[in-house]
Structure formats: structure tokens, C-alpha cells
């Protein structure tokens, strides 16, 4: 899973990325507005987490002309303790969720599940397909119950994937949800967290489209 964080307070900043990293997702980090709107035009996300105060361009801003794009990545935005002005405002102009500086990291984080889950269109907390289930609060895979150790960017390649059995992902696609910005990308890297989840969860548990990419399958 891919994060927009948008953030012009270092501290807070670096906080935050430390805690997202931990649990596994590829995180951009972008200090002000006109960053966070080109950084919105150009790349996906799986969601945004946003500050409204903010050089260049304010955050309310950034969220309007994203909504007017028709874009439906889910945002959280995080506002000053006593702004419920500023709440009503971010959940107005399209947000979907909100958190209160200075927040709880746990809840942070279950704020993100839970919207990552919404916009999938999922209520249940556990992926669970054909036998593998994965849990994003506990960071816990099984194959038919058998608990299985998976690396963070295996798990990063598979939650998408098994978010959505049927759907082919190009390996760009899968390379967007492995890797911030900084990072550099092995061109083979998508194969080799694919081939070594197939050992894992079964040969063809994921299969490849020629030309095409990776898919789950649906039966
Ligand atoms: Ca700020």
C-alpha cells in the first residue's frame, strides 16, 4: 500500500513516516501544498494523509481540486486540537476521515486500515482467500491456518493483490506499492517477491498474465 504524507512540521513529519514505514507501507513525504498537489496529479495512492496548514498551498485547497478531479483516494486529514472549524471544513471539502493533532499513533494507524478496507469496498478486517488469510492490525498471514512469515515487501506485492482476486496488476503497478520515491527499484524485484510468495502460499496461488502482469484468481 502507497501513502501520501503531507506534512510541513519536521518533527511531526518524521514521526509519522517512522510509524508507517514500521508498518510496512511505501510512503511519499511532502512538506507543502504545491508538492502535495503535483505529487496527487502524477502518482496513485492508496490514500492521503493531509495536514490543512501548510506552506504554498493550503490543505483545504489541495483537497477541493482533488475531489474536483473526481479522484476517489481515500484522505485523512489531521488538524489542530479545538479546530472543529477546520474538521467540518476537511470533512466538507471531501475528506473522509480526520485525526487530532497531537494523535495517537495506534489510532492513527486503525483510521487508516479501517478507510484503506472502506475503499475496497471490504467490512471485514481479515483478507481471507483460498485458504491464506492476512490480517493488516497484526501483520499475521496462514495458509488453511498455518501461520506463515512473510517480508514487508512480500506483504507489500500480496495485500493489494489479495484485496482484489480477478484483478491483474502490471508489475509497475505492484512496484508503485513497494517503494517511496527515494528508494531504488531492482527491475526484477516484483518477480522475486512473487516467486518467493508462490513458495509460500502455493505454486499457483498467484498467476502470471503474459504481457500482462500478476493475478490472483478469483476461483
Ligand atoms: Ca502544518
Not at 501513502?3 to 519536521?10: F, N, P
Not at 478496507?117 to 492490525?137: D, I, M, Q, W, Y
Request: no cysteine; net charge negative; proline share 4%.
Amino acid at each position: 500500500m502507497r501513502l501520501l504524507l503531507v506534512e510541513d512540521d519536521a518533527m511531526i513529519g518524521e514521526a509519522m513516516l517512522d510509524a508507517l514505514r514500521d508498518e510496512h507501507y511505501a510512503v511519499d513525504w511532502v512538506r507543502d501544498g504545491a508538492m502535495a498537489d503535483t505529487a496527487l496529479r502524477n502518482e496513485s495512492y492508496d490514500l492521503v494523509l493531509l495536514d490543512l496548514g501548510l506552506p504554498k498551498r493550503d490543505g483545504l485547497d489541495v483537497l477541493r481540486s482533488l475531489r474536483a478531479r473526481h479522484s476517489s483516494v481515500p484522505v485523512l486529514v489531521a488538524t489542530a486540537r479545538d479546530a472543529v472549524g477546520d474538521r467540518i471544513a476537511g470533512l466538507d471539502a471531501g475528506a473522509d476521515d480526520y485525526v487530532v493533532k497531537p494523535f495517537d499513533t495506534e489510532e492513527l494507524l486503525a483510521r487508516i486500515r479501517a478507510l484503506i478496507r472502506r475503499s475496497a469496498g471490504r467490512a471485514e478486517p481479515v483478507f481471507s482467500h483460498k485458504g491464506v488469510t492476512l490480517n493488516p492490525a497484526t501483520r499475521e498471514a496462514a495458509v488453511n491456518g498455518e501461520p506463515v512469515s512473510l517480508s514487508a515487501r512480500e506483504w507489500a506485492v500480496l495485500e493489494p493483490m489479495i484485496a482484489r482476486p480477478g484483478v491483474v496488476f502490471s508489475r509497475a503497478q505492484l512496484e508503485e506499492k513497494l517503494y517511496g520515491w527515494k528508494d531504488e527499484i531492482s527491475s526484477n524485484a516484483v518477480e522475486v517477491y512473487v516467486h518467493g510468495l508462490r513458495k509460500k502460499l502455493g505454486s499457483d496461488w498467484i498467476q502470471t498474465v503474459r504481457g500482462l502482469g500478476y493475478v490472483i484468481p478469483r476461483e
